[in-house]
């Protein structure tokens, strides 16, 4: 299987049809293939090899120009507004009411960091990748001549603004903290020595540059889930020249993926053509076709297909499997060149794989069936889906 798609991605162009058929069966992890496949796949590369190293180089200068006009230019700004007392009423000052306002945009973008920043931390749990420190820290932001202010620090101070403050009845003012509630969560905000930066730090970092370039959507919860796979994978490539540019390669993936499910994550579309409930629908009227009975089952047990469907199509499965399971998910979909098709069916496979246990079932059991699904074999699925394909 490697020899094969070696023989297809040597080609000076690569043929697409051939590589998505190999990769709807699954990519093998050696050599970084998956990483290579995958950003062909997702558009990021054009299929003409001698166009790759003037492309990647010009998306990661870009990448790097993103970084110091939307982090490192507010942060600076910010870092010299305490040098000089003169009379800030002069220019912008933290209570301009002027939409235009820096300060305004600053406090605005705040919120939607806090917002990235809870995510993020908690990212993919049972694994510690994301809270380890990253080979390739991002040097223009953690140079130490730097004074300006990160994000970290950002998050920082924020958090420290919104501490909720207690007055006992003595007068004595306590200042609880929000992330210090419970003792378990205190290792998860352990901050690495300055200098080093966690993986989880680098997915805040590429969320937090996307909703400032797309104001449209910015950041929905959720959109942390789609990113980790995909960095995931990009920070564990085998081949070093490419893992040491996986913040800016998985950012322009992760737009390009961005611009394919967008719909699912903006709640004006929800129920037009393109958005997640006739999507969700659109699950439910193929199982009608596969297996009248389990549908029905359902309909009668008003298990409407917001319940689950909702999550397994929005972020694409990223939350029912484990990491590497939902790495080779990704691989069919992909592949798929009807772009998510493929998603329905799989969906699909994973009600009639358990319909048994759902006929038996009352509301309460099959909801938590559903919500927690108990089937941790992928392929199994995945073939189950693919019958459905060739049954149609």
Known sequence: RIADFQEVLGEPTVALTKLRELCFSGIPFDGGLRCLCWKILLNYLPLEKALWSSLLKKQRDLYSQFLKEMIIQPGIAKANLGVSREDVTLEDHPLNPNPDSRWNTYFKDNEVLLQIDKDVRRLYPDMAFFQRPTDYPCLLILDPQNEFE?????????????????????????????????????????????????????????LFI????????????????????????????????????????????????????????????????????????????????????????????????????????????????????????????????????????????????IRDQLLEGDFTLNMRLLQDYPISDVHLILKKAKELQDSK
Request: glycine share 2%; proline share 4%; hydrophobic share 40%.
């Open 150 to 206: 990160t994000l970290r620090r950002r998050v920082e101070q924020t958090t420290l603004k919104s501490q909720t403050v207690a007055r006992n009845r003595s007068g004595v003012t306590n200042v609880s903290s929000p992330l210090k509630t419970t003792p378990s969560s205190l290792s998860e905000y352990e901050v690495l020595p300055n200098g080093c930066e966690a993986h989880w730090e680098v997915v805040e970092r590429i």
């Open 210 to 353: 996307y909703a400032k370039l797309n104001p449209g959507i910015a950041y929905v919860q959720g959109m942390n889930e789609i990113v980790g796979p995909l960095y995931y994978t990009f920070a564990t490539d085998p081949n070093s020249e490419w893992k040491e540019h996986a913040e800016a390669d998985t950012f322009f993936c992760f737009t390009n993926l961005m611009a394919e499910i967008r719909d699912n994550f903006i709640k004006s579309l929800d129920d037009s053509q393109c958005g997640i409930t006739y999507k969700m629908e659109k699950v439910y009227s193929t199982l009608k076709e596969k297996d009248v009975e389990l549908y029905l089952k359902l309909q009668e047990q008003n298990i409407k297909p917001q319940f689950f469907a909702f999550r397994w199509l929005t972020l694409l499965l990223s939350q029912e499997f484990l990491l590497p399971d939902v790495i080779r998910i990704w691989d069919s979909l992909f592949a798929d060149d009807k772009r998510f098709d493929f998603l329905l069916l799989v969906c699909c496979a994973m009600l009639t794989l």
